[in-house]
């Protein structure tokens, strides 16, 4: 077994493979790993180098060789650690917690590979993997943090929550400034050592006290490698572990309820901020986990409690590793993500269009296919359909995820562009694309739906004309603004877009019934033909619930208000497409907590002008967290708390497991109504 010193020095070897890795070399990076197959550090480096390509590619193969790789590792550790038992310790920490620390990351790393498929038993599986980590963890937390995370630095100082945070869109005027003002405010250089102490700012966790309190900081001066290891590492896993089980769906917390686990998502978030603040391997993914999580709550939760705040920490966060790490794809992604949750679109898709230039000194695949993805995106949210379907056909070279959801997309673009023979190639080749890949014998969520979709159009057409041949002809609305729902594309796009949807969208046959601002403004479609008039329940929900999501963007909510419970009325006539009712629901929610906001900021205005026109001062218990928060407004977002509180309730037991996507659903409906409990908190409610 190594000893002290032998373990600092294998620990300062694969120190120099993780740079590898997150400065986009992972071929210099496993060979660095390859060095010492004896070390659990070098293993699971390995494993960390597969997980990351499994991960980020959605790659069957490698997610196979991650798990190996990370068995191995979790073997190695759980020697070292019986034999480390007995000898003294590396740190000012019990004897062998390193290793029951490296024994507990192969294990969580190995569950989050199964999770990665989205499917209910890869959900279990991945439960499975964690109950195993759950004890360990909760006792190295509490080993390692006997009196909390107060003490501890997290990565950006926010002296109170914003107002009216959610009014941040662009469908009411966001200005770009604050985008395009966004240059790296962190002037720490690299350390020679990825386990070398590196130090914070001063900072609150995501909280609406109404005040934030600077806590004082834990000096660490004598703390080493091994110190670094821990500290940042058990704060990692905690909250990791912790905000895994926050976002698992409903029906899987069921499952959760027999291991006995509790989760605490505020304590997770701020356990893996601290851990961001170090500078071992575990605060890259620590910063890493949480971009990932503010920008999955930016784009699909549709409202935020305190969206500048989270756009603070999340900015703070890429700074500091994107400064670091400069080449690093990664980073490089979330920037734009930053730009584009900020509203604006161009300068997301300069930094990604930047970050696929040819001329790159290094190229990570795997995280290169998440920069078109996100490129694709956007482009479809730009409307700009000839460069979404060129960007999600190239996906297809990038990694083996779905290609059927690829070309799906991409044929709905062609459709949008009038280029039906295009659009139906695509879509022809899509059976045998399912077929050719499955996960555990079975479709993925996305592709069962699409084969929903392609039996739809075809049953139409036979309809129509007594033959599916050129079924692409019986579409009405486009499949791919269609699928843009799941992934809340609409959330984010500017008023102009959201018109011009809505313009389209009224054209169709038969004509709305319910009267909209747009009705007497209408030109000209930019279909290439007018397609075939809505004839049955599914597609008129459809129609309404992206006529209501498209006027909330524009910011008409009565309006917007009206069409989705239209959409949710038609419920119960719906064959095909079942998960409108429930999707309606969820959106009628966003629009509740939004409508608030908006008659809060309104409020204020006009108080504000009162007090300047009467020269009479607001009192203070008029006083909201940075504004003026109205006896009215209070009383206005407590119903809307309610209402879409009880709307969601309605959107869940619309989710069923035999509803498609409805996995995607259960996760949005959970992360909003934890952007209302937050809501609620800030306003004493």
Excluded at 109 to 137: D, I, K, P, V
Excluded at 237 to 252: D, M, T
Excluded at 253 to 277: E, I, M, P, Q
Aim: charged share 20%; proline share 4%.
């Amino acid at each position: 077994m190594a000893s002290h010193d032998e373990v600092t020095v294998n620990l300062r070897s694969a120190t120099s493979g993780f740079d590898y890795i997150f400065s986009n070399d992972l071929v210099e990076a496993e060979k660095v790993f390859q060095t010492n197959k004896d070390s659990p550090f070098h293993l699971l480096g390995l494993g960390v180098c597969a997980f990351l390509q499994a991960a980020l590619g959605m790659e069957s193969g490698i997610m196979s060789e991650a798990s190996r790789l990370l068995s191995l590792a979790e073997t190695g550790a759980k020697k070292q650690l019986k034999h480390s038992k007995s000898l003294t310790s590396a740190s000012r920490f019990p004897a062998a917690t390193e290793w029951d620390l490296m024994y507990s990351d192969a294990i969580i790393l190995y569950g989050m590979t199964q999770a990665l498929n989205e499917s209910y038993m890869g959900y279990l599986q991945c439960l499975y993997a964690l109950n195993n980590a759950h004890s360990r963890f909760t006792k190295l937390y509490k080993t390692v943090f006997p009196h909390g995370l107060d003490a501890y630095h997290t990565p950006s100082t926010s002296q109170v929550p914003s107002r009216n945070p959610s009014l941040l869109s662009v469908a009411n005027g966001t200005s770009s400034s604050s985008a395009s003002s966004m240059t790296t405010s962190t002037s720490t250089s690299k350390s020679q050592s990825f386990f070398g102490r590196w130090g914070g700012s001063l900072t609150s966790s995501r909280s609406v006290s109404g005040t934030s309190t600077p806590s004082l900081a834990v000096t660490a001066a004598n703390d080493g490698p091994i110190e670094e290891l821990i500290i940042s590492g058990t704060a990692f896993g905690y909250g990791l572990f912790n905000l895994v089980l926050s976002l698992l769906p409903a029906k899987v917390k069921s499952v959760v309820g027999f291991f006995g686990f509790n989760h605490d998502r505020k304590l997770a978030l701020r356990a893996l901020a601290v851990s961001a603040t170090k500078s071992d391997v575990h605060s890259v993914f620590a910063g890493l986990a949480l971009m990932s999580y503010h920008g999955v709550v930016l784009l699909m939760s549709g409202y935020q409690a305190d969206e500048r705040h989270i756009l603070k920490q999340y900015k703070a966060i890429v700074d500091k590793l994107e400064a670091r790490y400069p080449t690093g794809t990664l980073w490089i992604l979330n920037r734009a993500k930053i730009y584009r949750m900020s509203g604006d679109a161009t300068g997301a898709i300069k930094v990604l269009q930047d970050g696929l230039s040819p001329d790159r000194p290094t190229v990570f695949l795997q995280a290169d296919a998440l920069l078109v993805f996100e490129l694709a995106w956007l482009y479809l949210a730009q409307r700009r359909y000839k460069d979404a379907a060129e960007a999600f056909m190239r996906m297809t070279e990038l990694n083996t995820w779905s290609h059927a959801t690829y070309y799906f997309i991409a044929g709905g673009c062609h459709w949008a562009l009038g280029n039906f023979d295009e659009a139906k190639r695509l879509f022809d080749a899509i059976p045998a694309l399912i077929d050719k890949r499955k996960i555990g014998n079975k479709d993925l969520p996305t592709e069962v739906f699409i084969k929903k979709r392609l039996a739809f159009f075809k049953s139409k057409q036979t309809r129509l004309t007594g033959s599916d041949k050129d079924y692409v002809k019986a579409i009405s609305i486009n499949p791919a603004e269609e699928m843009s729902v799941f992934w809340n594309t609409h959330g984010r796009i500017s008023k102009a877009t959201a018109e011009a949807h809505i313009n389209d969208w009224l054209q169709t046959k038969p004509p709305v019934e319910l009267r909209t601002p747009y009705s007497d403004t209408l030109t000209p479609p930019t279909y290439a033909q007018p397609p075939p008039a809505l004839d049955t329940p599914d597609e008129l929900a459809l129609r309404a619930l992206l006529l209501g999501i498209a006027h909330r963007a524009a910011g008409v909510h009565a309006v917007a208000r009206a069409f989705l419970l239209d959409a949710h009325r038609r419920q119960p006539e719906l064959q095909v497409s079942t998960w409108i009712g429930g999707v309606a629901q969820f959106e009628l929610a966003v629009l509740e907590l939004k409508d608030a906001a908006r008659y809060e900021g309104e409020s204020a205005q006009a108080l504000g002008a009162e007090e300047r026109e009467d020269g009479v001062s607001v009192s203070d218990a008029d006083a909201s967290i940075e504004g003026v928060l109205t006896e009215a407004a209070r009383a206005h977002w407590a119903k809307a708390l309610k209402d879409a509180s009880a709307r969601l309730d309605t959107a869940g037991s619309l989710a069923g497991s035999e509803i498609d996507l409805s996995s995607r659903l259960e996760s949005r409906i959970q992360m909003l109504r934890d952007e209302i409990g937050l809501k609620k908190e800030s306003l004493g409610l």
